[in-house]
Structure formats: structure tokens, C-alpha cells
């Protein structure tokens, strides 16, 4: 089957670093996505990543590694507007999204 | 910004009503999905269109139906709601790209519940 796992929740500080890990099995892969989703809100596009290695965009940043079926998302300079539940996603080979349950990250002063 | 709508935002409803929710994008997309999403849990997808005239079910077994008739709308209709049906429903387009993927768009979601 195909699956996406991600831990339920996490608890970072304000200002500190925090990542976030999701591994996928998929039928075939054609990239992985980020998405965040605030409280009660529709999910929002952070990242996307086809191929291995590190994307940066700002604060936040994107890791694969396709032979380990893994990746994770790395937010630097936490700020109190950051808590948001974290959605990863994985493209399978029919271009279907397959979504995990999400992270929610809860941002302490 | 996304130009993505969904109505009604939020609606409560009797057992056995028949309802449709709207989705309307100006963006011009080809693709268009509707997601069924539960408190804390993963985005399940119920249907999807490739373009006008195509509509294809999604893994989320659902008594729903879809049309797509125009480009830019994408209604879902259940035809006997039921209370299993209380959830939030999203709606979301993408195009395609050059590259063959492009992220999806979602609207800000209808909360509905079946009493």
C-alpha cells in the first residue's frame, strides 16, 4: 500500500530550529510536497522537491533523499505565527498526491 | 494569491437532503479536486477532473457525484446526505506545466454537518 508517515505533533521555541521528518512508500514517485495549514484554514503551498538534496526558501527549507523514501522540512527563526499544522505530501506515479496526516507544531515563547 | 472559491463557507443540515457545494476558480486550471478532511487527520481525495467533461473518482469511497462543464467550476452534489458525511470539504486546482506537475490551489474549504 502507500503510505505517508510524520509525527503527530511537535513543540519548538520561538526563535529556535525545528525539523520535521516524513517518510512515504509510494507506487512510483514523481516529488514530494510541503504544504502548512493553519487551524480551521485550507492548506498552503511551501515546497516541492523532485530530486535529492537541499532547497532553501527563506526561513524554511526542503530535504529528499529518494532511495531512503525520506525527507523533511527544516524552519529556522521560529516565529509565533509558524504554529500551523506541517502536511507532507508524495506525487505516486499516476500523479496522485498521497497525504500524510500532518504535523502539528506548536510554537512556545 | 489563489483565486479559488468555495460556497457555502459552512452549512447544517438534515439526514437524507441532497446538496451541492460549489467551487469556482479564475485561474484557468485544467486539473480540479475535491478533498474530504477530518479534525488532525490526512486530506482524503473523493473526485478530480483533468479538464471539461472529465471527472474521475478518488480513493474515499463517497455517495457524491461531479460535473464539470466549464473550466472554471467544479460542483460537488451529495445526493442523501447522511451524518457520516459531517467533514470539511476542500477544493483545489493546479495546471500543468511544462515540467508535468505544478502544486495545487485550494479554496478556503466548506464545513458541513449532517444532523
Known amino acids: 500500500g502507500q503510505n505517508i508517515d510524520q509525527p503527530t505533533e511537535m513543540t519548538a521555541t520561538e526563535g529556535a530550529i525545528v525539523q520535521i521528518n516524513c517518510t512515504y512508500q509510494?507506487?512510483?514517485?514523481?516529488?514530494l510536497f510541503w504544504y502548512q495549514q493553519h487551524a480551521g484554514e485550507a492548506p498552503t503551498f511551501l515546497s516541492y522537491n523532485v530530486l535529492d538534496g537541499l532547497e532553501e526558501k527563506g526561513r524554511f527549507s526542503s530535504f529528499l533523499s529518494r532511495s531512503k523514501g525520506y525527507s523533511y522540512l527544516l524552519l529556522k527563526e521560529l516565529q509565533m505565527k509558524d504554529s500551523a499544522s506541517y502536511l507532507c505530501?508524495?506525487?505516486?506515479?499516476?500523479?496522485?498526491?498521497?497525504w500524510g496526516a500532518g504535523t502539528k507544531l506548536i510554537i512556545k515563547p | 494569491e489563489a483565486d479559488i472559491y468555495q460556497t457555502p463557507r459552512y452549512l447544517v443540515i438534515g439526514t437524507g437532503k441532497k446538496i451541492t457545494l460549489e467551487c469556482s476558480q479564475t485561474?484557468?486550471?485544467?486539473?480540479m479536486y475535491w478533498y474530504q478532511q477530518d479534525p488532525g487527520m490526512e486530506l482524503h481525495l473523493i473526485h478530480y477532473s483533468y479538464g471539461v467533461n472529465s471527472t474521475e473518482k478518488g480513493d474515499l469511497s463517497s455517495e457524491s457525484t461531479v460535473s464539470r462543464i466549464r473550466t472554471e467550476h467544479f460542483p460537488l452534489t451529495l445526493e442523501s446526505a447522511r451524518p457520516s458525511h459531517t467533514s470539511q470539504y476542500l477544493c483545489?486546482?493546479?495546471?500543468?506545466?511544462?515540467?508535468?506537475?505544478?502544486?495545487?490551489?485550494f479554496g478556503p474549504g466548506t464545513r458541513l454537518t449532517v444532523l
Open positions: 505530501a508524495a506525487l505516486d506515479s499516476n500523479y496522485q498526491l498521497i
Open positions: 509510494t507506487s512510483g514517485f514523481n516529488g
Open positions: 485561474m484557468g486550471h485544467d486539473k
Open positions: 483545489a486546482s493546479s495546471e500543468y506545466t511544462r515540467e508535468g506537475v505544478n502544486e495545487q490551489f
